[in-house]
């Protein structure tokens, strides 16, 4: 075999950085779970030891975990003092569970991912399935912090307010609302915050999430005007809903058709479909970039898969696009579909009968 032992080099040293990116994230949900960025925000300098006092924690353990996050570059070394700061910018990102840029949900959903793996063997072997339902408990509750900064930075300020005539109704008369795939229920309490007037209701097929869902809408103070309850995007209850929302699902499911046949069934005449997805252009090679690797390892290992557990297994996957998308829904009877706004990372699109 002959080979370039330049290139061969090259990628050798690109692939040491990949090593550190993968060994660095358990280290980021220790220093998450055991409150270490906290304890560092807006300290200042630091020592070791102090931060093991501060936090209740063994001293040497979080020595050698700072030597980590320094050599990563998430904190600032100073080696006359032997002192360790967290920058600011850098706290925004580890420490602020409401800054938009909060990274250690991610990582909880790595945990996750990893577990998966005898299952995902399998399923490549097989073509069978692995259920949203089968996967640790952590990729529920990395899902919920990794998606909560993005939806409380652009879905009250900037998604709805794109979408035609919706946020009157909203804010002035009132609305029925369904979020459906709602998880941990963060869109559902959100809007229900934003919206006083509205009731909403959640859906999700997976049973501990909506439990978990009614307990954080209780501590938001907003458990009277919001329920949940356990059901499948194609058997929701209800009808004449002013608004459904889809946030981050609809890629997910076998049958996405049959779920926008039942969407278009349960919502008023002039009602709105919103469906947030994540970005991605419609044809592959446009999405061989950062934000495309994200999301196609994420799809590898959960959301397609997820899909081919279920009933259609249409498997679009995370970087469906708006093509594929608008196929979709218009096949489910929708004959007015559109992109209404973007971020970096989701596309917003309305849809209407």
Same mark, same amino acid.
């Given at each position: 075999m002959r080979y370039d032992e330049q290139r061969v080099q090259d990628f050798m040293a690109r692939m040491v950085g990949e090593f550190g990116a993968v060994a660095s994230a358990p280290l980021i949900a220790l220093g998450d779970r055991l409150g270490l960025y906290k304890a560092m925000a807006e300290q200042g300098w630091m020592t070791s030891a102090q931060l093991a006092e501060r936090t209740g924690l063994a001293e040497r353990y979080v020595r050698e975990w700072l030597a980590a996050q320094a050599a990563s570059g998430f904190v600032s070394y100073d080696a006359p003092t032997a002192r360790y700061q967290l920058e600011n910018e850098m706290a925004m990102c580890f420490a602020d569970e409401t800054s938009p840029t909060f990274v250690p949900g991610f990582c909880d959903c790595a945990e996750a991912l990893f577990r998966a793996l005898p299952k995902l063997e399998a399923a490549f072997r097989t073509g069978l399935g692995v259920g949203w339902h089968q996967h640790h408990e952590s990729l529920f509750r990395g899902t919920e912090r990794f998606f909560r900064p993005g939806y409380a930075a652009h879905l009250i300020s900037e998604w709805i307010p794109a979408l035609d005539g919706v946020e009157s109704i909203l804010k002035d008369r009132g609305a029925r609302v369904a979020d459906v795939g709602c998880g941990h229920g963060t869109s559902t309490v959100l809007m229900a915050q934003a919206y006083p007037h509205a009731t909403?209701?959640?859906?999700? &097929?997976?049973?501990?999430?909506?439990?978990?869902?009614?307990?954080? =809408?209780? !501590?938001?103070?907003?458990?009277?005007?919001?329920?949940? !309850?356990? %059901?499948?995007?194609?058997?929701?209850?209800?009808?004449?809903?002013?608004?459904?929302? /889809? /946030?981050?699902?609809?890629?997910?499911?076998?049958?996405? +058709?049959?779920?926008?046949?039942?969407?278009?069934?349960?919502?008023?005449?002039?009602?709105?479909?919103?469906?947030? !997805?994540?970005? =991605?252009?419609?044809?592959?090679?446009?999405?061989?970039?950062?934000?495309?690797?994200?999301? &196609?390892?994420?799809?590898?290992?959960?959301?397609?898969?997820?899909?081919?557990?279920?009933?259609?297994?249409?498997?679009?996957? %995370?970087?469906?696009?708006? =093509?594929?998308?608008?196929?979709?829904? +218009? =096949?489910?009877?929708? +004959?007015?579909?559109?992109?209404? +706004?973007?971020?970096?990372?989701?596309?917003?699109?309305q849809a209407q009968a």
């Open positions: 909403f209701v959640g859906f999700d &097929y997976h049973e501990p999430s909506v439990q978990r869902a009614r307990e954080l =809408a209780d !501590e938001a103070g907003v458990g009277d005007r919001v329920t949940f !309850e356990v %059901a499948s995007a194609q058997q929701y209850p209800g009808a004449d809903y002013d608004l459904v929302t /889809f /946030f981050d699902c609809l890629h997910d499911m076998g049958d996405p +058709t049959g779920a926008a046949v039942h969407v278009l069934r349960s919502l008023k005449a002039n009602g709105t479909w919103m469906i947030v !997805e994540p970005f =991605a252009h419609d044809r592959l090679e446009d999405n061989l970039n950062p934000v495309g690797r994200v999301f &196609y390892s994420a799809s590898t290992m959960v959301c397609t898969p997820a899909s081919l557990s279920q009933e259609g297994r249409k498997a679009l996957g %995370a970087q469906a696009g708006e =093509a594929r998308l608008r196929e979709v829904v +218009t =096949a489910g009877g929708f +004959t007015r579909f559109r992109r209404a +706004t973007q971020t970096p990372f989701n596309l917003v699109f």
